[in-house]
Nanobody
Framework: QVQLVESGGGLVQPGGSLRLSCAAS????????MGWYRQAPGKQRGLVAR???????DYADSVKGRFTISRDNAKNTTYLQMNSLKPEDTAVYYC???????????????WGPGTLVTVSS
């Protein structure tokens, strides 16, 4: 019903920047929210940032002031601009989609496959 394609991960030095993208495709009728979660080795997956249909955003305390989430509604794509990266930001970042899709119309939640972000000198 919904496919998510993530891009933009990689290796960056501390203090550097990366931008993640997540494009949603399929029979999408509406999006209630999209966002990014991350999971570091040995830790649980947790929220990084999300953006709801009205444009409101929510961030983890650890990334406030450094990360910015945005969305292109025409492209069903969300972006995560990550600045001032720290080694503790190293994790697999997963895109999250929730909305109405498919035939019949169904309220679904979908995870992307994940993209690795490594912050190291």
């Amino acid at each position: 019903q919904v496919q998510l394609v993530e891009s933009g991960g990689g290796l960056v030095q501390p203090g550097g920047s990366l931008r993640l993208s997540c494009a949603a495709s399929g029979s999408i009728f509406s999006i209630s929210d999209m966002g990014w979660y991350r999971q570091a080795p040995g830790k649980q997956r947790g929220l990084v940032a999300r953006i709801v249909s009205g444009g409101d955003t929510d961030y983890a305390d650890s990334v406030k002031g450094r990360f910015t989430i945005s969305r292109d509604n025409a492209k069903n794509t969300t972006y995560l601009q990550m600045n001032s990266l720290k080694p503790e930001d190293t994790a697999v970042y997963y895109c999250w989609f929730r909305g109405v899709a498919g035939t019949p119309k169904t309220y679904v939640g979908v995870w992307g496959p994940g993209t690795l972000v490594t912050v190291s000198s």
